[in-house]
């Protein structure tokens, strides 16, 4: 019984109550936004009671998590890793289609979206192989390897497929990578195959949308015509791949001592990141590709893909300083804004709360983000301090794109806005993530 008590003296003491509090109200207008954004729909105790039951379960989870020692996940990466995998190839077999994506495990009263989870096991084994091989940070095995473990999770995601899961991936890669010593050319490389596997086919959307511009019958026009037609796309990256040879020579001769291997690892990012393109393309439904870049001019498409963000901005720019008062927005109540509970759910915030509450809002976002990044700098290891840093990257990228998604400054990539947005699974995921933090924290002057 000693031992129970000290564990149970050491949680609550060494517990961060300002983490808790902020997940606390932020679950609170979690809870108030989604059941004023699902009244139109005429039942919204039902989407109420199914957050009840994550939050929950999400609780349970993080108290579970807490006072699981987190230093054991390291000893088993490799089983995390193997799971994960399998949580995210069996839902190609066994899981339910919703909204073209086959994505979940249907239980009846509630779905699960096993991505979630999985982005959260990749975030264990990522910081546990980089804590371990620390030393070879410099080299470029260390970095293969770790792309190789993005990689498995991000094919089997897009076979689903589920472009916005796997965005989330980048960012916590290469921040990870940062900070375990990684050269910031290698990270360059990644950023760069990220740009052009996502950019290519996103560019391309959004020049075909510009209707009066291909229409205009001016060379820029025709050139880009031309890539639909012929090799034009091929041509332009041999001229960019030599472009980049004739630099570093160029360099050399000037004394400027380059090794030869930067040019070509980022010409092969290159490459490959075109290559990737395709895949990405097809894999993406023209109206998803659409939604990715009508944010930049909403108004080239009203009624289809910039619907939603023209909503998004009316209801938020509608809510002024005080907002509109709970329960009385009017592009809430009317169900102008699709999916409000879920993607847009800052929407209402803002409309009903206005800039107040939507700046509350912010507020504990950003307590909670600081205290998770207080977390990493003060775990007792490299390993719990990387893991950390993972979570709290997770949250700020989920938070920023789906926060200037609602202000339209941001593609609509239907990422949830995590602790808030209606959603079982990310619900219990997020908890879970927060259990993990809290287990960190707690043990950051013990091993056990």
Avoid at 267 to 286: H, N, Q, R, T, Y
Avoid at 410 to 426: A, C, E, K, Q, R
Wanted: net charge positive.
């Amino acid at each position: 019984m000693s031992e129970y008590r000290v564990f149970f003296k050491r949680l609550i003491t060494n517990t961060d109550w300002v983490l808790l509090a902020s997940v606390a109200v932020l679950v609170t207008i979690g809870f108030l936004g989604i059941y004023s954004a699902t009244l139109h729909y005429g039942n919204a105790a039902k989407y109420l009671n199914i957050q009840f039951l994550a939050v929950g379960i999400g609780a349970a989870a993080m108290f579970i998590f807490t006072a699981f020692n987190y230093q054991y996940y390291k000893q088993f990466d490799n089983v995390v890793y193997v799971l994960s995998l399998l949580l995210l190839a069996s839902v190609l077999f066994f899981g339910v289609t919703i909204k073209g994506t086959r994505g979940w495990f249907d239980f009846g009263i509630a779905s699960f979206q096993p991505v979630e989870i999985a982005k959260l096991m990749y975030i264990l084994v990522l910081a546990s192989f980089l804590d371990k091989k620390s030393k070879d940070a410099k080299k470029f095995s260390f970095i293969a390897v770790a792309f190789a473990l993005l990689m498995g999770h991000l094919i089997l995601i897009m076979m689903q497929p589920d472009f916005s899961s796997t965005l989330s991936y980048f960012p916590i890669t290469v921040v990870l990578l940062f900070a375990a010593g990684v050269e910031t050319f290698y990270l360059l490389c990644i950023i760069v195959f990220a740009a052009f596997a996502v950019g290519i086919p996103l560019f391309s959307t959004f020049i075909k949308l510009q209707t009066d511009f291909l229409q205009s019958g001016t060379f820029a026009a025709n050139f880009f015509l031309s890539f639909n037609e012929n090799f034009t796309g091929v041509y332009l990256l041999a001229v960019l791949i030599c472009s980049i040879m004739f630099l570093w020579w160029f360099m050399w001769k000037l004394r400027m001592r380059i090794h030869v291997i930067y040019p070509i690892f980022l010409c092969v990012s290159i490459i490959f990141g075109c290559a990737a393109s395709i895949p990405v393309e097809k894999s993406l439904k023209d109206y998803q590709r659409k939604r990715l870049v009508v944010f930049l001019n909403p108004k080239v498409d009203p009624k289809g893909s910039g619907y939603n963000i023209i909503q998004s901005k009316i209801a938020v720019g509608s809510g002024r300083i005080t907002g509109k008062g709970f329960k009385k927005g009017t592009q809430t109540q009317l169900g102008f804004l699709p999916e409000q509970h879920t993607d847009f759910i800052f929407s209402v915030i803002g409309e009903e709360g206005g800039w107040l509450i939507s700046q509350l809002t912010l507020l504990f976002y950003f307590l909670f983000i600081w205290r998770a990044l207080a977390i990493a700098r003060d775990a007792r290891d490299k390993y719990g301090s990387l893991i950390a840093l993972g979570i709290a990257t997770m949250f700020s990228f989920y938070a920023f794109i789906n926060i200037g998604m609602a202000m339209g400054i941001m593609p609509v990539t239907g990422m949830p806005l995590l602790l808030i947005s209606y959603g079982g699974s990310s619900m219990a995921s997020s908890l879970c993530a927060v259990g993990i933090l809290l287990s960190i924290n707690i043990r950051r002057h013990t091993h056990y």
